[in-house]
């Protein structure tokens, strides 16, 4: 009997023990599940890389920025955001991304194919979002788009260069000829003529092309091109966008209406587009940004987005001043713009 009482006051106290132990369990997850966050004020480091000023890829960069605070990262609040413009200088891009590298950035926003290759070559590790770029696999920055396989995913900016070819046989129906220039060191550019070449010469048109190297050939490249076109094409050449107002101070008095690849290039002097918005593309960007920022996915496995809205645009003076009547059908859908001085 007394083993027996023993036992039972063991067991007694045993489960009292094991009772508290509960509670307390109990309570410490109440608390557990009311304290904040370790990572709630965490701060992301991104760094911004655009290749040269103009209108389409600030929109993009704006875009980004945009983007990213509709996911809840902010500037000034949860993200350090160190934006760098190359100016166009390729030793300008080696160098900000060495400054990228070796601040050890959560991500890097690349802005135009020749920034995104340049970051791409400095790191192998850090996530790369592109923005404005025709083709990431022709750039060789991703194996596929549909499935990168390596730190570098975005949103392209590839044209839709049939219906674009289409609008300036609406604009100009007698067109024999069209004349492009492009930079010959861009890769984004080289694919656009070659599809627009293509499809040109499978309505009857012939292609004059001129290659430049930088804004100072612009005007010599148009001039060389006058005599022999009824029109010009525009990729969404980063060179010949940044001198738009350069090109069309020939194209414009000779009467040689310039389509374009994108709206910004519209807004500098160019006659019209079916394009894309830049801005909107800065925003898709910005939320893929997002998804990696906060761990839920990997570049190497997030396919690249291509643009969601397209729209004609028309520059209003540019049309004034050669003449051009645009066809009622166009202009009831056209966004009307007048050239940004």
């Known amino acids: 009997m007394f083993k027996s009482a023993k036992l039972k006051k063991l067991s007694l106290a045993v489960a009292t023990v094991l009772a508290a132990g509960i509670i307390a369990g109990c309570g410490g997850g109440d608390k557990k599940a009311d304290a904040p966050k370790a990572d709630a004020k965490k701060t992301y480091n991104v760094g911004v890389v655009q290749l040269v000023e103009h209108p389409a890829l600030d929109a993009t960069n704006k875009g980004f920025v945009d983007g990213l605070k509709k996911r809840g990262i902010e500037k000034d609040k949860n993200l350090k955001l160190d934006q760098q413009n ?24 690349a802005i135009a194919t020749p920034a995104a290759q340049t970051v791409a070559n400095a790191t192998k590790t850090i996530p790369i979002v592109g923005c404005a770029i025709t083709d990431y696999e022709s750039a060789k920055l991703v194996e596929k788009n549909a499935k990168p396989n390596t730190n570098v995913t975005g949103a392209s900016d590839m044209n839709p260069i049939k219906e674009q070819v289409d609008l300036l046989l609406k604009i100009v129906p007698n ?104 801005y909107a593309l ?60």
């Open 175 to 278: 067109a024999k000829t069209i004349g492009t220039i492009y930079t010959s060191s861009e890769v984004n550019s080289e694919i656009q003529i070659k599809l627009m070449t293509e499809y040109a010469k499978s309505k009857g048109l012939k292609v004059e092309v001129a290659t430049i190297s930088t804004v100072n050939d612009i005007q010599q490249a148009a001039q060389s091109l006058l005599g022999k076109v009824d029109a010009f094409y525009e990729p969404t050449d980063n060179v010949v966008a940044s001198a738009m107002p350069t090109l069309t101070a020939v194209t414009t008095p000779a009467k040689k209406p310039v389509i374009c690849g994108e709206p910004g290039m519209v807004d500098g002097g160019g006659l019209a587009t079916y394009g894309i918005d830049y």
């Open 282 to 341: 800065g925003v898709q960007a910005g939320d893929m940004a997002a998804d990696i920022l906060e761990g839920k996915k990997k570049p190497q496995d997030m396919a690249v987005q291509t643009a969601k809205d397209l729209s004609v645009v028309v520059n209003k003076d540019a049309a004034e001043a050669m003449g051009v009547k645009i066809p009622d059908d166009i202009m009831k859908n056209a966004k009307v713009v007048t050239t940004k001085k």
């Open 86 to 109: 190359a100016q166009a200088d390729q030793s300008n891009l080696k160098n900000i991304a060495t400054r990228f590298v070796n601040n050890k950035v959560d991500l890097i926003y």
